[in-house]
């Protein structure tokens, strides 16, 4: 089954603890990209990835790194988390210069205390 | 800077209505999507637009795409309740996808 899938789906912890939300897809596309959505806000770009090695920033950034080493994989690190990165995070991956859509993750509920 | 607009952002309406949400977005785009996130849920894809005048229609949705007025607008048919959710548009432009800030639809029964 074609999906992208996120973990942790939930996580509380404490600001300052580093932490890593994984993702992952089946469907050997090249772009991924990692949104926080907020409410009243949409969703927001954190960052992008055009393919293996290749990243790059969104519009909201700071606080947040990524890695993209292997094509499936586009895992968010949080160095040292805080109060206003608790959030809703969607991954996605897809081909937008080809068929158009991104496939979203479930997606994974940070509350940072 | 891109920015992408929709209104309204909260609408409800009755069953069997008619009624339109726009997207505006403020520079030129290689593309334009829509997308419907149901509470609690993930967002899944509705339509791409590729070009001027692309009009796409899946049931009682019906999307459409005027690059020159850099608008798009989602029509919406004889609302039916399972039609609730929010929806958003989302503009790419150098391979950055920028979302709007979604527009929560309730239809009353």
């Known amino acids: 089954e074609a999906q992208v899938t996120q973990n942790p789906r939930y996580l509380i912890t404490v600001t300052g603890k580093k932490l890593t939300v994984t993702c992952s897809q089946n469907?050997?596309?090249?772009?991924m990209s990692w949104y926080r959505q907020d409410p009243g806000l949409g969703l927001r770009q954190i960052y992008y990835?055009?393919?293996?090695?290749?990243?790059d920033k969104g519009d909201v950034p700071e606080g947040y790194k990524v890695s993209r080493k292997e094509k499936r994989n586009f895992p968010l690190i949080l160095e040292s988390p805080s109060p206003n990165q608790t959030s809703l995070y969607f991954c996605?991956?897809?081909?937008?210069?080809?068929?158009?859509?991104?496939?979203f993750g479930e997606g994974s509920r940070l509350t940072v205390l | 800077e891109l920015k992408v607009e929709q209104n309204p952002l909260f609408l409800s309406m009755q069953e069997g209505k008619n009624y339109t949400i726009y997207c505006n977005y403020s520079t030129t785009s290689d593309r334009l999507y829509w997308y419907r996130q149901d509470p609690g849920k993930s967002l899944e894809s509705l339509f791409v637009l590729l070009s001027n005048g692309a009009v796409k229609q899946e049931g009682r949705l019906m999307a459409s795409l005027d690059t020159k007025a850099r608008l798009s607008t989602l029509h919406i048919t004889a609302a039916v309740h399972d039609l609730s959710a929010t929806y958003f548009c989302?503009?790419?432009?150098?391979?950055?996808?920028?979302f709007g800030k979604g527009t929560r639809l309730h239809i009353l029964p």
């Open positions: 990835s055009m393919n293996v090695e290749v990243t």
């Open positions: 989302a503009v790419d432009r150098d391979d950055k996808i920028i």
């Open positions: 469907m050997n596309h090249e772009y």
């Open positions: 996605a991956s897809g081909r937008p210069w080809d068929t158009g859509e991104l496939f």
